[in-house]
């Protein structure tokens, strides 16, 4: 397999690249990267977790013109979740790219702070198909100098009823541009996009289990009314620190996160009935550890990319295999080991029996949880969130909030959690023995030379 300097990567990238300890290219990437810095129309069959991501990003990195300001690059995603996503992980391979500006829009974030943001245009800018129409028919966003075309989870886009949006946006771009296309399924609305869409394509494909060894498949044999008292048991006897729990409807998602919480367990839920704040708090909390379990609809099973994340639990089988491999993703990701539960009836097993690409590699019984159920779960997290009403547009960085709660509250470097800066937003993990403490003298003192106001993330 060749290193990443060998498929011509600029230094930049590469240094990047080191810094994040990625060692060797994906098969995915192995195949894109050389087509599309050849500037070839691409388009990719890649399952969640095969590095789709850098495969298209690196060679659209190495293709901008930073001393340009102007909309190079259009990546379209089907959700707020993946926009944010995308682009945190670009930023993180151009960090040592001088003058590069990436911009996520989309729903739920403020019109009038983007349209603000294109007096000065980043050049890639990542956005949901809704987003990208509403500032293309109030004329806010020009694509006239955009080069390059990436279409992530096509099969989603489509799924979701984009269609016209994105023809829309196509239609918007100049016809000499290179396209790239991904998606973890081939149906025939995918082609059809393709074959509409891109010019001579080359076609690359990852496996669904690239990566097999990384994750281990564990199924549970449950009836059907024990399901939830089986997953807190299950819960109680693991460390469950990065685990997100899938479930079909928000009513179940809600039912199951307060029965945990009342067992004493850090969770919270995410699914599309929820404000959009709210799911945001909830995505940021998990990330930086406060929140130590997640119950989840099949909204975050696309776009929930979170280093710490460990164990997925199937609580309900979704209706098809596609669904459950884009779950079972998350987990297992560049070189890192996952375990993979699945809470299954008999009924659920003939489902899985059918599935081609799914086998468990151990069976067990859910009595084995049962000695666990009478204690009560002490949470393991001593971590609570703060949230600062200031961030990257206030020119805050983590180093500037770190400076701020040792000088002014006192801690020390290694007592400091995980620290998240958005827009107008930072958070920042602390002991909650001492979070009163840190949010009075963060709230009294100053960051940077300047008051925010500091409040606690509930």
């Known amino acids: 397999m060749p290193s990443f300097k060998e498929l011509r990567l600029h230094p930049a990238l590469l240094q990047s690249l080191q810094e994040l300890k990625y060692r060797s290219p994906t098969p995915i ?6 087509l599309l810095l050849q500037y070839k ?10 590095g789709k991501t ?3 990003g690196l060679p659209l990195l190495q293709s901008i013109d930073p001393a340009l300001q102007q909309v190079q690059a259009l990546v379209i995603v089907p959700t707020r979740e993946l926009a944010v996503q995308v682009r945190q992980e670009l930023k993180l391979y151009g960090k040592h790219i001088q003058g590069l500006k990436i911009s996520a829009f989309y729903g739920g974030h403020a019109f009038s702070q983007e349209r603000a943001s294109l007096a000065h245009p980043p050049q890639i800018l990542v956005g949901t198909p809704g987003r990208l129409t509403d500032h293309l028919n109030r004329k806010t966003l020009d694509l006239h100098n955009t080069a390059h075309l990436v279409l992530d989870e096509a099969d989603k886009l489509l799924e979701m009823g984009f269609e016209e949006e994105l023809d829309q946006v196509i239609h918007a771009l100049p016809t000499q541009r290179q396209t790239v ?8 609305n995918v082609k059809r996009l393709i074959a509409n869409s891109l010019k001579d394509p080359h076609f690359v494909k990852a496996s669904a289990t690239a990566n097999p060894d990384q994750i281990k498949m564990i199924g549970i044999k449950v009836e059907h009314t024990d399901r939830s008292a089986v997953v807190t048991r299950l819960l109680q006897s693991i460390n469950h620190a990065g685990t997100v729990v899938f479930a079909n409807t928000r009513v179940t998602a809600n039912e199951l996160t307060t029965q945990l919480q009342e067992e004493g367990l850090s969770a919270k839920a995410l699914h599309g009935g929820m404000e959009q704040p709210d799911r945001d708090k909830a995505m940021t909390l998990f990330r930086n550890g406060t929140t130590q379990i997640l119950i989840a609809t ?3 099973a696309r776009g929930l990319d979170i280093a710490a994340l460990k164990t997925i639990i199937h609580y309900e089988l979704p209706d098809d295999e596609a669904s459950y ?8 990701r560049a070189g890192k080991s996952g375990v ?3 809470l299954a009836t008999s009924r659920d097993e003939n489902k899985l029996d059918s599935w081609e690409q799914v086998r468990m590699d151990e069976w067990i019984s859910a009595s084995s949880f049962r000695a666990k159920a009478a204690s009560k779960t002490v949470q393991a997290n001593a971590f609570v969130t703060l949230h600062i009403n200031g961030g990257r547009k206030d020119k805050l960085s983590p180093r500037d909030v770190v400076g701020a709660v040792i000088a002014e509250a006192g801690l ?5 959690g995980k620290i998240e800066i958005q827009d107008r937003s930072s958070f920042v993990a602390v002991p909650e023995a001492v979070s009163q403490h840190v949010l009075i003298k963060l709230s009294e003192g100053k960051i940077k030379g300047r008051k925010y106001k500091v409040h606690l993330v509930k």
Request: no cysteine.
């Open 29 to 34: 990437q192995e195949s894109a990267i050389p």
């Open 41 to 50: 129309d691409v388009a990719g069959q890649a399952e969640t977790g095969s």
């Open 54 to 56: 850098a495969a298209f």
């Open 181 to 188: 296309l991904f998606s973890a399924t081939m149906p025939d």
């Open 298 to 300: 099949d909204l975050a």
């Open 325 to 332: 491999q884009h779950r079972s993703g998350r987990t297992g």
């Open 340 to 342: 993979v539960y699945t």
């Open 412 to 416: 020390k470097a290694d007592q400091i």
